[in-house]
């Protein structure tokens, strides 16, 4: 087996397929990539079990072959090459020994046989989607960060993709917090729902470049996802998503409208001077005409601040209390320069959205109020 690459496209693809790779895989094979050379291609497949890669790449080849190739040394001998450095690749399959040279070294490796390397997913006929790089980018980068880690609820440690006929819904929550991001100029010949785990996301938002995505569902248990020359499987979730629609209020007649930056900024001064409370920095919301007053206390240390800021308000004095972690968080994924809060009592879920919605998309984010002392 004998191929010839330059060290920067080698490395840009074993950079990929590494995304894949657990570090501490309780399976030794699985800390290995599988070569695999036909002609002037060649294959790079990595695996975790539940999420796979292949990343295809263009090659100078003229001996054929498959070989499990050990991740770590070579793409730790590849990323400290210089760049366009060209490698003669070779692999004796019965040896498994592994050469590869260049102008000024020669790099000694052991492999492992392609057979015992686990079956990758084959492509199968699917229901396809398509997204530009910027819809599949958003849909990830707003949802993802709200994705429950409770391994006893596990239809919420993944986001929910929802195909609609005329609209595609992404959601995801973890019981104090929730987001829906949809994109309107969708249309889908057929109407399903799936849920992916985070990792895969995680993983998926490394991948995205220049190329529109194409995303592939198998009879509602596997996806997979195509760049140019990269595919990416995954598992889905197999459990029902909770139904979202009914903890989305619909009667929150409270309305403020703020520059987001400027209440990020104050929550997060204002809760440095937060006494944490199970995992929680609560803040407190004092709302009356144009004013919002932050503020937050810790009497064990002895300390408080407030902060004062103009705003469009124009109901009843009203107050509630916050996570300052989730109103920070959740206000950095909102790209307006204004957002709005609705509200309807201390007690119940307040609403963030952007004040302006972009033509084609729309977000809705739901935050949990917390009980305040007196």
């Known amino acids: 087996m004998k191929f010839s690459?330059?060290?920067?496209?080698l490395l840009k693809a074993l950079s990929k397929a590494n995304s894949v790779i657990q570090q501490k895989s309780p399976i030794e094979i699985l800390d290995n990539f599988l070569f695999d050379v036909s002609g002037s291609s060649l294959t790079i497949s990595a695996t975790n079990l539940e999420i796979s890669i292949r990343v295809i790449l263009n090659v100078k080849g003229n001996t054929n072959g498959r070989i499990a190739v050990p991740s770590r040394r070579i793409y730790e001998t590849v990323a400290a090459l210089p760049l366009n450095t060209q490698i003669n690749f070779t692999a004796d399959l019965n040896s498994k020994k592994i050469v590869m040279n260049t102008e000024k070294g020669t790099y000694h490796l052991t492999g492992e046989t392609a057979e015992e390397f686990p079956e990758l997913p084959k492509i199968e006929k699917a229901n396809e989607f398509e997204f530009s790089n910027e819809s599949i980018?958003?849909?990830?980068?707003?949802?993802k960060f709200a994705v429950?880690?409770?391994?006893?609820?596990?239809?919420?440690?993944g986001v929910l993709f929802q195909f609609k006929k005329s609209e595609f819904v992404a959601v995801s929550t973890d019981g104090h917090r929730l987001v829906k991001f949809s994109l309107k100029k969708f249309k889908s010949n057929k109407e399903q729902e799936?849920?992916?785990?985070?990792?895969?996301?995680?993983?998926?938002?490394?991948?995205?470049?220049?190329?529109?995505?194409?995303?592939?569902?198998?009879?509602?248990?596997?996806i997979?996802?195509?760049?140019?020359?990269?595919?990416l499987f995954s598992r889905v979730i197999d459990e029902k998503y909770p139904n979202y629609e009914t903890v989305i209020p619909n009667d929150n007649d409270k309305k403020l409208v703020i520059e987001r930056q400027e209440i990020q900024s104050s929550v997060?001064?204002?809760?440095?001077?937060?006494?944490s409370q199970q995992n929680s920095m609560p803040i407190k919301f004092s709302l009356k005409k144009n004013l919002l007053t932050v503020s937050a206390e810790n009497p064990e240390m002895g300390c408080n601040a407030d902060e004062e800021i103009e705003c469009e308000y124009s109901g009843t004095n009203f107050e509630t209390g916050f996570n300052s972690s989730y109103v920070i968080e959740m206000t950095s994924h909102i790209s307006s320069k204004e957002i709005m809060f609705l509200f309807s009592t201390p007690t119940r879920a307040a609403i963030i959205k952007p004040n302006e919605n972009e033509s084609d998309e729309d977000v809705l984010m739901l935050i949990m109020p917390l009980r305040l002392n007196s």
């Open 5 to 9: 690459i330059t060290s920067g496209e």
């Open 137 to 143: 980018s958003k849909i990830i980068n707003k949802t």
């Open 148 to 157: 429950s880690d409770d391994i006893h609820r596990p239809a919420m440690t």
């Open 194 to 222: 799936i849920i992916i785990p985070q990792k895969t996301l995680n993983i998926l938002g490394k991948l995205v470049e220049e190329y529109n995505c194409i995303l592939s569902v198998v009879e509602q248990k596997q």
């Open 224 to 231: 997979w996802f195509s760049f140019s020359n990269v595919i």
């Open 268 to 275: 997060k001064r204002v809760g440095l001077y937060s006494s």
